[in-house]
Nanobody, 121 residues
Framework: QVQLMESGGGSVQPGGSLRLSCVAS????????MGWYRQGPGKQRELVAA???????NYTDSVKGRFTISRDTYKNTLYLEMNSLKPEDTAVYYC???????????????WGQGTQVTVSS
């Protein structure tokens, strides 16, 4: 059974920083693309940032220059460094990853349980 476990959420003031982590565990052949999504109050879930196996990163426009996504392949861990946080960044942040379970096998998508980030003065 594959699991994604997020940590690092919390409450900060505007302008503050947080670092989210997501650890993948279980039995799998490899992890393909990984990403962070968020869902704010009354909003649809949206992609925040994603990183490929080649470490190519993409960001939604609203977080460019403030957030940095990275991954540690050896630790099966995904990170999201969030700086200059704004109240509109308040949301539940979800880790997403695509796994394969055999060589050249199909990809399967998994989600973490989410971690709350609240930005408020």
């Amino acid at each position: 059974q594959v699991q994604l476990m997020e940590s690092g959420g919390g409450s900060v003031q505007p302008g503050g920083s947080l670092r989210l982590s997501c650890v993948a565990s279980g039995r799998f052949y490899s992890i393909k693309a990984m990403g962070w999504y968020r869902q704010g109050p009354g909003k649809q879930r949206e992609l925040v940032a994603a990183v490929s196996t080649a470490a190519t990163a993409n960001y939604t426009d609203s977080v460019k220059g403030r957030f940095t996504i990275s991954r540690d392949t050896y630790k099966n861990t995904l990170y999201l460094e969030m700086n200059s946080l704004k109240p509109e960044d308040t949301a539940v942040y979800y880790c997403n990853a695509r796994f394969i379970f055999r060589f050249l096998g199909p990809e399967f998508e998994f989600w973490g349980q989410g971690t709350q980030v609240t930005v408020s003065s």
